[in-house]
């Protein structure tokens, strides 16, 4: 069974791995704030979070983010958090990365050109073609006409 209620990093989650364990009843827990929107030495006092999602509802922790793409362009970004989860990168696989239209458009983009670059790999006549100039040029004509086609 998953530890849900009073939890603080220290011993495994079995739901998400996390490491946390049981804060008694009568303790306080601290949380920080670690976004720009926030005035330092003026912490808000609040009684009624009972657990982790309480402090998440609560505070609702966002961050603006600039991006820049492939152009060299900036996109602008807001990340929100709604659990601890939402942190996560997992070398692009996480929820971070799940949130976050610019970043699963990157990633996706990767998961392409790795599929390619890999039938290339195992295709030795593809290789072939690609190996000599006039060849290449064929099958790049090829290509754009086909993609022509598909965007008419």
């Known amino acids: 069974m998953a530890i849900r209620e009073n939890f603080i990093s220290m011993a495994p989650d079995e739901e998400s791995n996390a490491k946390v364990s049981l804060i008694d009843q009568n303790k306080t827990l ?3 704030q670690y976004t720009p929107n926030v ?3 003026h912490p808000e006092l609040v009684e009624d979070i009972q657990n ?3 402090a998440f509802a ?3 922790p966002s961050v603006e983010v600039d ?3 492939e152009d060299g362009g900036s996109v602008n970004e807001t990340l929100k958090f709604n659990e601890l989860r939402d942190f996560e990168t997992q070398g692009g ?3 971070m990365v799940q949130n976050s239209p610019f970043l699963s458009g990157v990633k996706m983009k990767i998961d392409v050109n790795e599929k390619i670059q890999k039938s290339i790999e195992q295709n030795r006549k593809l290789r072939d ?3 000599e100039a006039g060849s290449r040029a064929e099958l790049k004509e090829v ?3 086909m993609l022509a086609e598909l965007e008419a």
């Open 129 to 131: 073609i690609l190996k």
């Open 93 to 95: 696989k996480g929820r």
């Open 39 to 41: 005035e330092a030495g």
């Open 58 to 60: 609560h505070f609702k």
């Open 67 to 69: 991006f820049v793409d």
């Open 52 to 54: 982790i999602e309480d």
């Open 143 to 145: 290509l754009q006409a």
């Open 30 to 32: 601290m949380i920080d």
